[in-house]
């Protein structure tokens, strides 16, 4: 059975296997949990993700999908990273941010994480509503890992009191 829970923190001091990066599609760094994961993880990170562009990901990571690489100097083995989708209020974009989560726990099993830690992708700067994002960020990963899942511990590591009060609302419901 897989353990899901939610803390606050910083998700660059996560001890786990992978730490999820709410990424931008060039991955080549930015800012919030992009800019910090890139700062504290080094150089490496940042070397793998142009090897990435240069050949692989030659237009860049699509939203929804996601992509591992080497956490260099993090706790972590790898940084997983996440393109999530800019809030919309004309358009139901629920389904890209639903995909970015499972498509991270599926990179994380193919490197085979047994524990991963999670930002609220999509509810900074791409201004997805807090409660919304919490909510299809815990149905995701609730639908996701089960019997023959890998994935021992999800984490979500928030950095505000307020964003990890939301996390726990959506774990209790």
């Known amino acids: 059975m897989t353990l899901i829970e939610a803390v ?12 999820v990066n709410a990424a931008n599609s060039s991955l080549l760094g930015g800012g919030g ?20 562009r240069e050949t692989t990901l030659r237009d860049g990571l699509p939203t929804g999908d996601a992509v591992a690489t080497t956490a260099g100097r993090l706790d972590a083995r790898h ?3 996440t393109v999530g989708p800019v809030y919309s209020r004309s358009e139901d974009r629920s389904g890209l941010l639903a995909s970015a989560y499972r498509r991270s726990l599926e990179v994380a099993e193919e490197v085979q994480a047994r524990s991963i830690a999670f930002p609220a992708v999509s509810a900074g700067v791409y201004g997805w509503p807090a409660d919304d994002a919490a909510r299809v960020a815990v149905d995701t990963v609730r639908s996701s890992v089960g019997r023959g899942s890998g994935i021992e511990i999800v984490r979500f590591v928030l950095f505000s009191a307020d964003m990890l009060a939301r996390f726990e609302r959506a774990l209790a419901d």
């Open 79 to 81: 940084v997983i990273h």
């Open 33 to 52: 949990v992009d800019g910090a994961i890139h700062r504290a993880g080094g150089p490496e990170i940042l070397a793998e993700c142009r090897r990435l």
């Open 8 to 19: 606050q923190g910083d998700i660059t001091r996560q001890r786990v296997d992978a730490i």
